[in-house]
């Protein structure tokens, strides 16, 4: 069996969300100019993660199991997870206006993270435990926030480069990303 | 509403290159790096994701009177993740390789940018034919944009091309086409994470290149009112700030 420092770890480094299984590409290519947006996406959407799957996971082995209708997953858990980026939303622009002035911008985004849902569903086609779902949850967020923190700072310096007028922009970018994750790939087999 | 008078040939083929989702308007990034291992799991997404498409985007049409403007959001999500379900169904009731080998990503088809970018841009918009024939378009352009990066990865990567196509046509003693030379040393990278992401920035610079087009600095804004990505867009920061 698995221990949760194995998942954690390996939700973070060995399966990166962004850099080995391409979930949450959008934001990792467009929230990644800034550093302080990137690390600001990064705990919105490790935040989201971990609530998404407190939420999704009762329900589908509470509901929808008991009652023969798994294959309703995709619909409800797509709208428990809209459902409730509003609902963070609009209790964080009530109780905690600085965290919401931060995170406002990238909440409505996170409905349409392919991440957050992928993250939900991955943990029912593991079949983790409800306390496994929750740390591997918060390691594809932290790992999700890692990746978008050292890419900020590589296309930082990639502003400054001299690049080909053909390659400027998004492919220079995705360029820059293939490097980070070949980086990245020196991670694996260490928890195999 | 001014309703769209374009010829419907021109819905359709707009989608196909000039404007195709994945190499020009940078949508739906995730599959078209994820599922490209093979040529043939391009071609098998791309064909569900226009499935899915098709669907969402003539329903959509339909309903687009009677869908209240401040619940379209998520009226628009119930329908496109039915479809995916749907599509589920299909997949693994008739073709289960495929299946198997697009596997997480075929749920997240519902969180497609492509989908939803069409549902709130064209079909809240248009009619239902003029609709039908985006989404054909837009689906066999994204299709196209994956079975380009599925064969470069696959013939550099593993030096063979279209391997699983017999799967997926039905044909049971299908070979794949081996490619001299490549299939001696195949660049195991190109099959893995990191050679997605370099294919595909490749790809788009030489669209960029035969385009012969200002490379896209920022990914294309029509405003910021229709703009389902106004959220994170860095203009309105910057003009804010």
Same mark, same amino acid.
């Given at each position: 069996?698995?221990?949760?420092?194995?998942?954690?770890?390996?939700?973070?480094?060995?399966?990166?969300?962004?850099?080995?299984?391409?979930?949450?590409?959008?934001?990792?290519?467009?929230?990644?100019?800034?550093?302080?947006?990137?690390?600001?996406?990064?705990?919105?959407?490790?935040?989201?993660?971990?609530?998404?799957?407190?939420?999704?996971?009762?329900?589908?082995?509470?509901?929808?199991?008991?009652?023969?209708?798994?294959?309703?997953?995709?619909?409800?858990?797509?709208?428990?997870?809209?459902?409730?980026?509003?609902?963070?939303?609009?209790?964080?622009?009530?109780?905690?206006?600085?965290?919401?002035?931060?995170?406002?911008?990238?909440?409505?985004?996170?409905?349409?993270?392919?991440?957050?849902?992928?993250?939900?569903?991955?943990?029912?086609?593991?079949?983790?435990?409800?306390?496994?779902?929750?740390?591997?949850?918060?390691?594809?967020?932290?790992?999700?926030?890692?990746?978008?923190?050292?890419?900020?700072?590589?296309?930082?310096?990639?502003?400054?480069?001299?690049?080909?007028?053909?390659?400027?922009?998004?492919?220079?970018?995705?360029?820059?990303?293939?490097?980070?994750?070949?980086?990245?790939?020196?991670?694996?087999?260490?928890?195999? | 509403?001014?309703?769209?008078?374009?010829?419907?040939?021109?819905?359709?083929?707009?989608?196909?290159?000039?404007?195709?989702?994945?190499?020009?308007?940078?949508?739906?990034?995730?599959? /078209? &790096? @994820?599922?490209?291992?093979?040529? %043939?799991?391009?071609?098998?997404? #791309?064909?569900?994701?226009?499935?899915?498409? =098709? $669907?969402?985007?003539?329903?959509?049409?339909?309903?687009?009177?009677?869908?209240?403007?401040?619940?379209?959001?998520?009226?628009?999500?119930?329908?496109?993740?039915?479809?995916?379900?749907?599509?589920?169904?299909?997949?693994?009731?008739?073709?289960?390789?495929?299946?198997?080998?697009?596997?997480?990503?075929?749920?997240?088809?519902?969180?497609?940018?492509?989908?939803?970018?069409?549902?709130?841009?064209?079909?809240?918009?248009?009619?239902?034919?003029?609709?039908?024939?985006?989404?054909?378009?837009?689906?066999?352009?994204? /299709? &196209? @944009?994956?079975?380009?990066?599925? %064969?470069?990865?696959?013939?550099? #990567?593993?030096?063979?091309?279209?391997?699983? =196509? $017999?799967?997926?046509?039905?044909?049971?003693?299908?070979?794949?086409?081996?490619?001299?030379?490549?299939?001696?040393?195949?660049?195991?990278?190109?099959?893995?994470?990191?050679?997605?992401?370099?294919?595909?920035?490749?790809?788009?610079?030489?669209?960029?290149?035969?385009?012969?087009?200002?490379?896209?600095?920022?990914?294309?804004?029509?405003?910021?009112?229709?703009?389902?990505?106004?959220?994170?867009?860095?203009?309105?920061?910057?003009?804010?700030?």
């Amino acid at each position: 069996m698995k221990t949760l420092g194995v998942i954690l770890l390996s939700a973070m480094l060995t399966d990166n969300f962004v850099l080995s299984k391409f979930m949450g590409i959008c934001p990792f290519l467009g929230v990644s100019k800034k550093l302080d947006s990137a690390s600001g996406m990064g705990i919105a959407v490790t935040f989201v993660m971990i609530c998404a799957t407190a939420v999704t996971y009762p329900i589908h082995y509470g509901i929808l199991v008991p009652n023969g209708l798994e294959y309703l997953d995709t619909v409800v858990f797509i709208l428990v997870i809209a459902l409730f980026v509003q609902l963070v939303e609009i209790a964080l622009k009530k109780m905690l206006p600085p965290l919401y002035k931060s995170l406002g911008v990238y909440l409505p985004l996170i409905t349409t993270n392919c991440a957050v849902l992928g993250v939900t569903v991955l943990n029912i086609d593991n079949g983790y435990s409800f306390l496994d779902s929750l740390v591997n949850a918060l390691g594809g967020g932290l790992g999700f926030m890692l990746a978008l923190v050292i890419f900020s700072g590589v296309r930082k310096k990639l502003e400054y480069a001299d690049i080909p007028e053909t390659f400027k922009g998004v492919p220079a970018t995705l360029i820059a990303a293939s490097i980070v994750s070949v980086s990245f790939m020196g991670f694996s087999g260490l928890f195999s | 509403m001014a309703e769209n008078k374009t010829p419907l040939i021109k819905e359709i083929s707009k989608g196909i290159i000039k404007e195709n989702p994945t190499l020009v308007m940078l949508l739906g990034m995730c599959p /078209t &790096l @994820a599922v490209t291992t093979q040529a %043939s799991n391009g071609i098998g997404m #791309g064909l569900a994701t226009t499935f899915v498409l =098709l $669907g969402s985007n003539i329903v959509i049409s339909a309903l687009r009177k009677i869908i209240p403007d401040k619940v379209r959001i998520p009226a628009f999500i119930v329908i496109i993740a039915s479809f995916v379900t749907l599509v589920g169904f299909l997949l693994e009731g008739f073709v289960p390789p495929l299946y198997e080998s697009l596997g997480i990503y075929l749920t997240l088809i519902t969180v497609n940018c492509i989908i939803f970018g069409r549902a709130e841009m064209f079909a809240s918009k248009n009619n239902v034919i003029a609709s039908a024939c985006d989404a054909i378009g837009m689906g066999l352009g994204f /299709t &196209l @944009a994956l079975f380009i990066m599925g %064969s470069v990865r696959e013939i550099i #990567g593993s030096g063979q091309w279209l391997a699983g =196509l $017999g799967q997926l046509v039905g044909i049971d003693d299908w070979k794949p086409i081996s490619i001299p030379f490549v299939s001696d040393n195949p660049m195991l990278l190109f099959i893995m994470p990191a050679g997605g992401f370099f294919t595909l920035g490749m790809i788009i610079a030489m669209v960029n290149k035969l385009a012969n087009r200002k490379p896209p600095q920022e990914i294309e804004c029509g405003g910021c009112d229709n703009c389902p990505m106004s959220g994170k867009c860095d203009k309105k920061e910057e003009k804010a700030s």
